[in-house]
Nanobody, 123 residues
Framework: QVRLVESGGGLVQAGGSLRLSCAAS????????IGWFRQAPGKEREFVSA????????YYADSVKGRFTISRDNAKNTWYLQMNSLKPDDTAVYYC????????????????WGQGTRVTVSS
């Protein structure tokens, strides 16, 4: 069993920054792709970013390009989402997830999910 735990969410003013972390534990963890999704109230869960196991390939939703950076530390089984220049539209619960599909951007392509961490951006 794989367990994913997010942390780092909170309340921040527009223009501010947060860094989310996702720690994996359980059986041997070497998923081809690790991703971040978010879900705002009343909206569907949407893709934010993903990274390959090597870190050499990174994917971003258009809405976060240039503001968010995904990274990972395989030795620690932890990956991160650095979020800068936050906007009120970024307010959501953020989830990390693991997939066997490199470049996966659909929630259905992800096998394991964390419980989510809430990010609130005030205007």
């Amino acid at each position: 069993q794989v367990r994913l735990v997010e942390s780092g969410g909170g309340l921040v003013q527009a223009g501010g920054s947060l860094r989310l972390s996702c720690a994996a534990s359980g059986r041997s963890f070497s998923w081809p792709a690790i991703g971040w999704f978010r879900q705002a109230p009343g909206k569907e869960r949407e893709f934010v970013s993903a990274i390959s196991w090597s870190g050499g390939q990174r994917y971003y939703a258009d809405s976060v390009k240039g503001r968010f950076t995904i990274s990972r530390d395989n030795a620690k089984n932890t990956w991160y989402l650095q979020m800068n220049s936050l906007k009120p539209d970024d307010t959501a619960v953020y989830y990390c997830a693991a997939s066997t599909f490199l470049g996966a951007t659909m929630p259905t392509q992800y096998n394991y999910w964390g419980q989510g961490t809430r990010v609130t951006v005030s205007s």
